[in-house]
């Protein structure tokens, strides 16, 4: 599609820095919006900027003024509870205006609890309910390869959510039919709303998991924006499998009191707790 | 297009139509795609695949990934038909009917065959007696209940055409091509087949020509018995409604649970605008064993039953 954006070849220093300042910007946005709204997510909103950043500044092709350009690439929230971090994303990204980021769960905001595609453009598909991302990413997959569209498409689905069986039923799918233009991220920062991964339903070894459902498999550290513009970027023609990035994370990643802390689930700020993590978000 | 009968002279299996039409569609559209969960027999599918074998997407047993998938196709900008036994479609993929079809709004086709008791011997687990109580509550989702092959085809032929998501009831049950005068298929309105001032019976479905089987006992009984074919749950066909209160006696007949389906869409507009004598045909409860026939008389759901039902709606008009 020549009105879209192809991504910037990877492993370049400046791409790298972009994308740390989008990440930051990222977070720094989603915890002001978390805060002012007292609701939301930040926990997670924060283990996955860094994976939104490189998808949206580094790796993805799409152009915010044709928000629905059939030959765009398609980025699915499956974890959809964190629209802090794909709001401020998208924002960051040119899909609408820095001013209604304020908005955040106000009445009849587009800026809804969790992300509504006839709402907010950018949006593929309305999540919220886990485990079900991934199965319609598989569908756009599917189209892909029927249509012959060299479009990609990412789901970054959180790892306790893998506990919903649809995501298993996808993934045998995506293995069956060799969706290589499929990426599956794991947001793998090993806590649940209520209690560590492996406390409550253990997925490890994940990899090995998803290895046995046909896919190829890179576990990398998931705030290594090097290591995530590598992996996601490669031409996945050279793959003849969906690609599985297990992105090990840490949930509230940035801020100290934050980092792996499961209160911070959808635990909100007060003042001060929201000064001190933006003085450590810089 | 007819389609041939597959059954006793006279009666035609829907599915037929269903599959006749399907293969119609997706020659003049290479968008058209089926989704199935291993169902391809079922949904009596075989011709599209040996013809199409790319587009069918069979996801295996899995309808939860087959409903999600058929959201993505349409992502990608195809027209896909997600056809699956109505039981597991709307029971085990409830919620991505909801969140990824309806919530979303996508031009998805959701076709639920053999639904209602059409698996008889096999139990409450295969019917799909909840269906349209689940469904029609999304506004986004249009519910059609046709009543024989032709507005089968017609009801494909609309859904293909139409830009959003879309529920059709398939049904095995052998019926009769309904005796239509002008037939035209009018989205969104009920079909009044048949007029009449003393009762009025709303049926959907198979259920509609044992409805008018039940209007020919009534006649020779000297009672005129209005039959509205209400194969549109959502939208619902108010005006018809309405009108057919004005007869002052008012049956549903449905192949589904007398909670929450036609009987209770029928009953809110009722209550809310033009209280009258009412009664609701179908199960009442999950169904013992029996076959499709045996059940279906067994609750009054044969022109028999449909007769008993409409004197006693007359027999409890409010005299004045």
């Known amino acids: 599609m020549s009105t879209l954006t192809a991504s910037v070849p990877a492993g370049t220093g400046d791409r790298i820095a972009l994308i740390r300042d989008k990440a930051l910007w990222?977070?720094?946005?989603?915890?002001?919006?978390?805060?002012?709204?007292?609701?939301?997510?930040?926990?997670?909103?924060?283990?996955?900027?860094?994976?939104?950043?490189?998808?949206?500044?580094?790796?993805?092709?799409?152009?915010?003024?044709?928000?629905?350009?059939?030959?765009?690439?398609?980025?699915?929230?499956?974890?959809?509870?964190?629209?802090?971090?794909?709001?401020?994303?998208?924002?960051?990204?040119?899909?609408?205006?820095?001013?209604?980021?304020?908005?955040?769960?106000?009445?009849?905001?587009?800026?809804?609890?969790?992300?509504?595609?006839?709402?907010?453009?950018?949006?593929e598909t309305n999540t919220g309910p886990l485990g079900?991302?991934?199965?319609?990413?598989?569908?756009?997959?599917?189209?892909?390869?029927?249509?012959?569209?060299?479009?990609?498409?990412?789901?970054?689905?959180?790892?306790?959510?893998?506990?919903?069986?649809?995501?298993?039923?996808?993934?045998?799918?995506?293995?069956?039919?060799?969706?290589?233009?499929?990426?599956?991220?794991?947001?793998?920062?090993?806590?649940?709303?209520?209690?560590?991964?492996?406390?409550?339903?253990?997925?490890?070894?994940?990899?090995?998991?998803?290895?046995?459902?046909?896919?190829?498999?890179?576990?990398?550290?998931?705030?290594?924006?090097?290591?995530?513009?590598?992996?996601?970027?490669?031409?996945?023609?050279?793959?003849?499998?969906?690609?599985?990035?297990?992105?090990?994370?840490?949930?509230?990643?940035?801020?100290?009191?934050?980092?792996?802390?499961?209160?911070?689930?959808?635990?909100?700020?007060?003042?001060?707790?929201?000064?001190?993590a933006m003085k450590e978000l810089i | 297009m007819s389609a041939a009968p597959s059954t006793a002279a006279g009666r035609f299996d829907c599915r037929d139509a269903f599959a006749r039409t399907l293969e119609e569609l997706a020659e003049a559209d290479s968008r058209i795609v089926t989704v199935v969960n291993d169902s391809v027999g079922s949904s009596k599918l075989g011709a599209f695949k040996k013809r199409w074998p790319d587009r069918t997407v069979n996801v295996g047993i899995a309808e939860q990934n087959m409903v999600g998938v058929g959201a993505g196709l349409a992502n990608g900008g195809l027209v896909p038909f997600v056809s699956a036994a109505a039981c597991f479609l709307t029971g085990r993929a409830l919620e991505q009917i909801k969140a990824d079809i309806a919530y979303s709004n996508v031009n998805v086709k959701l076709c639920g065959q053999s639904p209602g008791i059409g698996y008889g011997e096999l139990g409450p687990t295969h019917h799909s007696i909840e269906d349209l109580a689940w469904l029609r509550l999304f506004r986004e989702l249009k519910v059609i209940v046709p009543a024989d092959p032709w507005e089968t085809a017609e009801a494909m032929r609309w859904a293909a055409a139409h830009d959003g998501p879309v529920f059709i009831r398939v049904s095995r049950f052998p019926v009769p091509a309904l005796d239509r005068a002008q037939p035209t298929f009018a989205p969104g309105k009920a079909e009044m087949l048949r007029s009449g001032e003393d009762v009025a019976i709303l049926a959907n479905g198979v259920m509609v020509h044992l409805a008018l089987a039940a209007a020919d006992q009534l006649a020779a009984e000297g009672v005129a018995a209005r039959v509205v074919n209400m194969s549109w749950m959502n939208p619902l066909d108010q005006d018809a409604i309405l009108a057919a209160a004005a007869t002052g006696a008012v049956v549903t007949v449905e192949e589904a649970s007398v909670r929450g389906g036609l009987g209770g869409a029928v009953a809110e507009v009722l209550a809310l605008n033009r209280p009258v004598p009412m009664e609701i045909l179908g199960f009442p409860d999950f169904c013992p064993t029996g076959s499709v026939k045996f059940l279906f008389d067994r609750y009054g759901l044969s022109a028999d039953g449909i007769a008993a039902a409409a004197r006693k709606a007359i027999g409890r008009k409010v005299r004045s």
């Open chain 1, 132 to 276: 079900h991302g991934f199965p319609v990413g598989v569908g756009i997959a599917i189209a892909g390869q029927l249509t012959g569209s060299d479009h990609r498409t990412f789901v970054l689905t959180g790892d306790g959510e893998l506990q919903e069986g649809s995501n298993w039923e996808a993934a045998m799918t995506a293995g069956h039919r060799k969706l290589n233009r499929l990426t599956l991220i794991v947001d793998r920062n090993r806590l649940q709303q209520g209690a560590r991964t492996e406390e409550t339903a253990g997925l490890d070894p994940l990899d090995d998991k998803f290895r046995a459902f046909g896919f190829h498999v890179e576990m990398i550290d998931g705030h290594d924006v090097g290591a995530l513009l590598a992996v996601l970027g490669a031409d996945p023609a050279g793959r003849d499998k969906p690609l599985c990035v297990i992105a090990n994370t840490v949930k509230g990643k940035g801020v100290s009191f934050m980092e792996d802390n499961v209160s911070w689930h959808h635990g909100v700020p007060n003042p001060e707790q929201f000064a001190q």
């Open chain 1, 26 to 123: 990222i977070r720094r946005h989603a915890f002001k919006m978390v805060f002012d709204a007292q609701l939301g997510h930040p926990g997670g909103d924060f283990s996955a900027a860094d994976i939104l950043a490189t998808l949206y500044f580094g790796v993805m092709r799409y152009d915010p003024a044709v928000p629905r350009a059939p030959g765009r690439d398609r980025f699915i929230m499956s974890k959809g509870h964190c629209t802090g971090a794909i709001y401020a994303c998208l924002c960051a990204a040119g899909y609408f205006p820095e001013a209604e980021l304020a908005t955040y769960m106000r009445p009849l905001t587009r800026l809804a609890g969790h992300p509504n595609r006839n709402y907010l453009p950018g949006i």
